[in-house]
């Protein structure tokens, strides 16, 4: 497809959109509650796509293309805590973490990788 083709196709995407009202409704979706505010966590992040609070308090961010970023005492830590080879293709790479449930037991300091 040629550029020039693909941005009309995206302009009469868009029209057709804003004709049926899709547009306003997802502009409606990003409108908070009445007492929820929206507050940045941390910045310097590429592609998050998922996090998880450890039972110790620290914010574990995943980021598409195989980091595993760590939110400590509210300031991201400049070194990952895990760097995997992934394939960030599309809507591949590093799309999940998980902990144990006896983590606050047997894994205080640590995460632990088990192979599947």
Same mark, same amino acid.
């Given at each position: ?19 049926? #009202? ?7 979706? *990003?409108? @908070? %509650? =009445?007492? &929820?505010?929206?507050?940045? $966590?941390? +910045? ?21 293309? #195989? ?7 509210? *300031?991201? @830590? %400049? =070194?990952? &805590?895990?760097?995997?080879? $992934?394939? +960030? ?28």
């Amino acid at each position: 497809m040629t550029t020039r083709r693909w941005f009309a196709t995206r302009r009469v995407f868009l029209l057709l959109m804003a004709i049926c #009202g899709v547009v306003d409704r997802f502009a409606a979706a *990003a409108t @908070l %509650p =009445t007492g &929820f505010s929206e507050t940045p $966590v941390a +910045s310097g992040l590429a592609s998050p796509t998922a996090m998880q609070f450890a039972p110790d308090g620290r914010l574990f961010v995943c980021e598409q293309d #195989g980091r595993l970023r760590v939110i400590k005492d509210g *300031a991201l @830590l %400049p =070194t990952p &805590f895990l760097t995997l080879t $992934v394939s +960030s293709v599309g809507e591949r790479g590093l799309l999940g973490v998980a902990f144990d449930p006896a983590f606050a037991m047997n894994h205080v300091n640590g995460l632990q990788i088990v192979p599947q």
